[in-house]
């Protein structure tokens, strides 16, 4: 399932080369080009936004800059590989709250071989990391790993500012008690169980 979504993505992406050079209508997503142009920059020890319209995270023209000295496409490999992730990410959760396996799956193929999904990553836009790092932090949060969820939520915030609108869902999840009146709150048992600061900051990241 998952080698036939990536060769699906990879083959939209090969596509998408041959029509931007054959075709008036440009496969590629126009802020791929900016993305790519701001990574030209770096690559030339410059800023990203020397490139007037580059209004993303400096850390994404960093992640491209393979796009200037290997290939073109790189980003559309970064971004679709993420895409892929969300797959993996989406299963993970389901298989934690306990959701049967045939059940999984539904989830996953419905992800991997949407249109609307797998489009996106391959026209270059960037929106699958944002994906993958929010499912990465949920399941931070669903194995108690704070302090990790935390530094990844800032990072998300940082990459693409519109994640911010998680962050009442995320606080209600760590005052509540998941619904089970035995348990107590997720944050609390967090704070409880990890006394030693330090340690607990090499352990999760």
């Known amino acids: 399932m998952m080698l ?3 060769v699906l993505r990879l083959g939209l992406i090969v596509y998408g080369e041959w029509q931007d050079a054959h075709m008036e209508v440009r496969y590629t997503d126009v802020d791929y080009l900016v993305f790519s142009d701001g990574a030209a920059l770096v690559a030339m020890k410059e800023s990203p936004f020397g490139r007037s319209t580059y209004r993303y995270s400096p850390i994404l023209a960093y992640l491209l800059v393979p796009n200037s000295v290997v290939h073109p496409s790189w980003g559309k490999l970064i971004f679709s590989a993420a895409d892929l992730l969300v797959g993996v990410f989406i299963n993970s959760i389901l298989k934690l709250r306990g959701v049967p396996e045939h059940l999984r799956i539904i989830s996953v193929v419905s992800w991997l071989f949407n249109p609307f999904t ?3 990553g391959t026209r270059g836009n ?34 693409r500012i519109y994640p911010i ?28 169980k990890n006394r030693n600061l330090p340690e607990v900051l090499a352990r999760e990241l």
């Open 4 to 6: 036939l979504s990536g």
């Open 118 to 120: 797998f489009t996106i």
């Open 126 to 159: 960037c929106e699958p990391i944002v994906c993958a790092v929010v499912l990465w932090i949920i399941i931070c949060l669903m194995k108690g790993k704070i302090l990790q969820a935390a530094f990844w939520y800032g990072f998300v915030v940082h990459f």
């Open 165 to 192: 609108i998680y962050s009442l869902p995320i606080l209600l999840v760590l005052s509540a008690d998941n619904f089970q009146p035995d348990r107590k709150p997720v944050l609390m048992s967090w704070v409880q």
